[in-house]
């Protein structure tokens, strides 16, 4: 069983290397199927982890410096904010309204991308206020993310790897205030399964880098929209 859940970390790895994000969205239901859901959060948030460190440093190169500190540090703070909120607060209207914003930012930028989020430093300062608390409350910050990045029209390259260190930097953050609340309580034995964890995001990362270099850079566009549809989906409809 083990075995079909590390294939399936694989492939989840490449396609989040492709699409900028998911990784905890397809990969923790899965985890779930094998292990208590608890055990699951606490696997899949290391499995993240080790992904976005994987692809900081495969495409480290292209990353958007500018970007980093605008929309960084006010995620930094936010997603602090809504891991420690994470016991109080009724996630469901949030995912609700990320989801329907998704839908819409993804129908605008499809038909008329030139209506779609300015690149202001604005918009780099909200998004990370915004989704930084997104990532922090629900763990899974990567759709609204890539919204905003996606909005800077960054090169194919450069959009995965500004994508991969800010998601880095949220997982930072939100791990340890995780544990540090007790909100996720790891066995021992589930650490041991870590170290083949991080072997599984890092091949799978350069099965998506590979695929990545295959598509031409319009249709990569296209890829993420249809990604972030089917993400806005998945908030609305999730119960």
């Known amino acids: 069983m083990l075995t079909v859940f590390f294939f399936s970390a694989f492939i989840v790895a490449a396609v989040a290397t492709v699409t900028g994000f998911g990784s905890a969205t397809l990969l923790t239901p ?3 199927y094998f292990m208590d ?3 699951a959060i606490v696997l899949v948030a290391f499995f993240h982890f080790f992904s976005n460190l994987s692809r900081v440093g495969l495409f480290r190169t292209n990353i958007s410096w500018r970007l980093v500190p605008l929309y960084g540090l006010p995620m930094i703070i936010t997603c602090f904010l809504g891991a420690y909120m994470i016991k109080y607060l ?5 995912r609700l309204f990320f989801g329907v914003f998704l839908i819409l930012f993804v129908v605008s930028s499809f038909f008329s991308p030139k209506t779609g989020l300015k690149p202001s430093n604005l918009v780099a300062v909200l998004g990370g206020t915004f989704t930084g608390f997104i990532s922090g409350l629900l763990g899974v910050g990567g759709a609204p993310r890539s919204a905003f990045i996606q909005a800077f029209g960054l090169s194919r390259d450069g959009y995965i790897a500004t994508n991969a260190i800010l998601a880095l930097m949220a997982d930072l953050t939100r791990i340890p205030t995780y544990l540090s609340l007790k909100v996720v309580n790891p066995h021992g034995e589930d650490m041991m399964l870590i170290p083949i964890l991080v072997i599984v995001a890092y091949l799978g990362t350069l099965l ?3 695929i ?3 598509i031409p850079q319009e249709t990569f566009r296209k890829v993420i929209l249809v990604a972030l549809f089917l993400a806005g989906l998945d908030f609305v409809l999730r119960r």
């Open 90 to 94: 009724p996630s469901e209207w949030i």
């Open 37 to 39: 859901i608890k055990r």
């Open 212 to 214: 990545t270099q295959n």
């Open 208 to 210: 998506g880098m590979r």
């Open 30 to 32: 899965i985890a779930a």
